[in-house]
């Protein structure tokens, strides 16, 4: 009847007997993976079932740092605590090895010991498991020698992956370049549409107000060159802003500008008031502008030079 109910229990419980014929609870063992190379790991787990009054401590034969020598390397341990049912509780005890050697390797040995509320030792039990473990070596034994290095072999270039990206990049330049181009066409096209001749005017009529208001007439000389020499490099696209007068007396005269004579004039008076100290008074300076201004005026509808 007995080995009638033993055949009935799960494989993973295995009952053992204390010296005094009493039955210890079922012991669980299980370790995962059961096949691995030499130098890995395996978690070996033990869950012992017990009585809330017992107290149940594990240990293994010749203490756990010296568990296998041969094949087994403790790593690290962890033990758990929980309650199955009123009046049942049950220990777990969590072991991590490297496992070394070769072949199949029986998980080590350990003994359960079991005391009651004022520790006395109530049962011990030494366990053997039977379950293993496959360690499989890391090289064929059959090899006698080592095998020759190859040479590295040479990256194969994807011609059809990297022409795409030459080609999208080849395109995209091009394409930045043609937005410059019409970028710059819109801004030259933009400036031409601006008439320097009325920009001038308008200078020259604040000028006149300031110097109405007290401006001193050589400052007045001094604005009315920069006015003079803006509307001479805007209008007729010669360099007249950092040039001096006889740069821009050559320019016009190679360009046959007609009131070539009253613009060099205003230039001219201008230098006197600025490197001669001459000092025109206020109706000088008024003059000048007058003359100043009907020169742009006389220039508005002659279409400048093609550069």
Request: hydrophobic share 40%; net charge positive.
């Amino acid at each position: 009847m007995r080995l009638f109910f033993l055949l009935l229990l799960p494989m993973n419980f295995i009952p053992v007997f204390s010296a005094a014929g009493r039955t210890v609870p079922p012991i669980t063992v299980t370790v995962t993976p059961d096949s691995l190379l030499v130098g890995d790991r395996i978690r070996y787990t033990i869950s012992i079932p017990h009585s809330e009054k017992e107290v149940v401590a594990l240990e293994w034969l010749n203490g756990i740092d010296t568990v296998s020598p041969r094949s087994f390397e403790l790593i690290s341990t962890k033990h758990l605590s929980s309650t199955l049912y009123p009046g049942s509780s049950q220990e777990k005890f969590e072991f991590e090895f490297a496992v070394f050697g070769t072949g199949q390797q029986p998980l080590p040995p350990f003994t359960v010991v079991l005391r009651d509320t004022v520790r006395r030792v109530s049962k011990k039990v030494l366990y053997q498991p039977s379950s293993s473990v496959f360690v499989k070596a890391l090289t064929d034994s059959s090899m006698r020698e080592l095998r020759p290095i190859k040479q590295p072999l040479k990256p194969k270039i994807p011609f059809m992956l990297i022409m795409p990206v030459v080609f999208g990049a080849i395109g995209a330049a091009g394409l930045v370049l043609f937005l410059t181009f019409l970028l710059k066409r819109i801004v030259l096209k933009g400036a031409e549409k601006v008439d320097s001749g009325q920009v001038a005017q308008g200078k020259l009529r604040k000028l006149g107000s300031s110097l109405s208001a007290g401006m001193p007439p050589h400052e007045c000389y001094e604005e009315l060159s920069n006015i003079m020499r803006a509307f001479l490099e805007n209008h007729y696209r010669i360099r007249a802003l950092e040039a001096v007068t006889q740069e821009i007396e050559r320019d016009l005269k190679k360009l046959g500008i007609a009131g070539f004579e009253s613009i060099m004039n205003l230039l001219k008076q201008a230098d006197l008031v600025k490197f001669a100290d001459i000092r025109p008074d206020v109706e000088e300076s008024r003059q000048s502008l007058h003359k100043a201004s009907e020169v742009i005026r006389s220039t508005r509808h002659v279409r400048p030079p093609e550069e």
